[in-house]
């Protein structure tokens, strides 16, 4: 990611800041349209391959004000988007919380939640409509997926690229957590399994059988 000039965003701009202030409900309308210029200024300054992460992009209260920047000033541009298992999410938050004592402002498992589903209307309109890339965490990973993910998209996969997922990291979901959460939030476990390519292209198929019947 780095020949991308991926940290260029960062040390010139922080654009990280802009999502994760929108998340938030905050708006400034000057770090909102700085986007603009930012996203001219890779064009301009960096090399011909040049990419952006912004936390929270896709999340409603985020997409209304990015999407159509990025529509604008990068219509030609690749989306990838990472995602996990909601209630991995919930469960690395409440670890984070008991890690380091709880504090005024913590985010509940509902508000997590609810983070996760306000991003679903971003995300399946890119998968539709832009042909976006699907990065399933650390599933993709676990596989070796992620290899072929990483060639389709035109970067090259490294040794130092492997050395960045570490498995023993990695705290999976027991059969009883994944079932407790399903009961709770249904409709956010719903989500993340349509959201699954086997998934996909297996409901495409029964689709495409009902058509030539």
């Given at each position: 990611m780095n020949d991308c000039n991926i940290e260029f965003g960062y040390e010139t701009w922080n654009i990280n800041?802009?999502?994760?202030?929108?998340?938030?409900?905050g708006y400034d309308k000057d770090?909102?349209?700085g986007v603009h210029t930012i996203l001219k200024d890779y064009d301009k300054k960096s090399k011909g391959a040049h990419g952006i992460k912004v936390t929270h992009a896709l999340q409603a209260s985020c997409w209304k004000h990015l999407g159509p920047i990025f529509d604008q000033e990068w219509p030609d541009a690749q989306y990838i988007i990472s995602i996990r298992h909601p209630a991995l999410i919930v469960k690395a938050m409440q670890a984070v919380i008991y890690r380091n004592g709880p504090h005024e402002g913590d985010m509940t498992d509902q508000m997590v939640v609810d983070s996760w589903m306000s991003?679903?209307?971003?995300?399946?309109?890119?998968?539709?409509?832009?042909?976006?890339?699907?990065?399933?965490?650390?599933?993709?990973?676990?596989?070796?997926k992620i290899k072929?993910?990483?060639?389709?998209?035109?970067?090259?996969?490294?040794l130092e690229a492997e050395h960045l997922f570490d498995p023993n990291k990695f705290?999976?979901?027991?059969?009883?957590?994944?079932?407790?959460?399903?009961?709770?939030?249904?409709?956010?476990v719903k989500f993340f399994n349509d959201l699954i390519p086997a998934k996909i292209v297996k409901s495409t198929k029964k689709r495409i059988k009902r058509i030539k019947k």
């Open positions: 800041r802009v999502g994760s202030e929108l998340s938030q409900g770090h909102v349209e991003a679903a209307e971003a995300t399946s309109y890119l998968l539709i409509n832009k042909n976006a890339t699907l990065v399933v965490y650390p599933d993709d990973y676990q596989s070796g072929s993910i990483v060639s389709n998209i035109g970067l090259k996969w490294t705290v999976a979901l027991t059969d009883a957590e994944i079932q407790s959460f399903s009961v709770l939030y249904p409709e956010a």
